[in-house]
């Protein structure tokens, strides 16, 4: 059987650091652990003090955290501080928790699974399991710091990359769609939020960038109706009955010749829920 993932001598190293007078912007990167991050019963709990003390505002140190916990001999803790890893090693002994607890994620979650196949439970199910626990994050991994380089800023190097919504009113609003943002567009029913979703895709694309259009209300070929109709400028009630004029046909002839490339650059879901 497989050993769940761990990485004792790790877990020590960290303890370790945290107990001894490492400077406050390697103590940021340890913050980002929580108690999950250790295997060790006795290792969480230490852990879980550490983060008291540094919630009331208190620098760990073995006398510290001895009051803390209490039932805990200082000595383990002095101990510790001997198995403390260097301070420019911090980032290395973190990757390296926040690893092994993400095996220990996968291998609980296989686990439990496999148990219950054995048990003849219903598949829906198990896959409902599986999907809770692989996709079960702490906050705490995705903490960061704050960092910026003001200089560049003021000197006009900080400008994002972005791009048009490919409706000119909501890009003076928002100023257009830019990396690590979410933006949503609500409304009522059929006042042209798919229609605004069509144009940022197909503006998204012949700029160069790679969108995901996902959607579980519109068939391919409707999307592809929608942005030929975009592009071309053809009424879309003309394609549901093919409709068109030799006016219309030359335009969507010319607008899928253009659209070519872009299509290539655009991927569809339309099963997603």
């Known amino acids: ?19 001894v007078p490492f ?9 980002v652990l929580t108690e999950d991050s250790f295997s060790d019963h006795l290792h969480k709990k230490i852990w ?12 760990p140190d073995p006398l510290l955290l001895k009051e803390e916990l209490g039932d805990i001999p200082l000595t383990d803790l002095l101990r510790l501080t001997e198995q403390a890893c260097l301070e420019s090693s911090v980032q290395h002994y973190v990757e390296i928790l926040r690893d092994k607890e993400r095996g220990r994620r996968l291998f609980y979650a296989a686990n439990n699974a496999l148990n ?3 048990d003849g439970c219903d598949y829906e199910e198990i896959e409902t399991t599986l999907v809770n626990s692989l996709s079960k994050q702490t906050a705490a991994e995705q903490t960061t710091t704050i960092e910026g380089d003001v200089d560049a800023l003021l000197r006009g190097e900080d400008v994002q990359n972005w791009v048009t919504f490919g409706l000119p009113e909501i890009d003076s609003t928002v100023g257009g769609l830019r990396p690590g943002e979410v933006c949503i567009l609500a409304a009522r029913t059929s006042v042209g939020k798919s229609a605004g979703a069509i144009a940022s895709t197909v503006r998204s694309a012949e700029t160069g ?3 995901l259009y996902m ?3 519109m068939a391919k070929r409707q999307l592809w109706y929608r942005m030929l109709s975009y592009h071309s400028g ?22 899928q010749k253009d659209l070519g490339p872009v299509f290539q650059k655009i991927k569809v879901n339309t099963e997603a829920n």
């Open 1 to 19: 059987m497989t050993e769940t993932p761990r990485n004792i001598d790790a877990e020590k190293a960290i303890l370790g650091a945290a107990l």
């Open 23 to 31: 400077s406050q912007k390697e103590m940021s990167k340890m913050a």
């Open 48 to 59: 879980r003090g550490i983060i008291s003390l540094l919630r009331a505002g208190k620098r």
């Open 116 to 118: 219950k196949l054995k």
């Open 209 to 211: 960038w790679n969108p």
């Open 215 to 217: 959607s579980y209300e």
């Open 234 to 255: 053809v009424s879309l009630r003309k394609f549901r009955d093919s409709l068109f004029n030799e006016y219309d046909r030359r335009k969507i002839k010319e607008a």
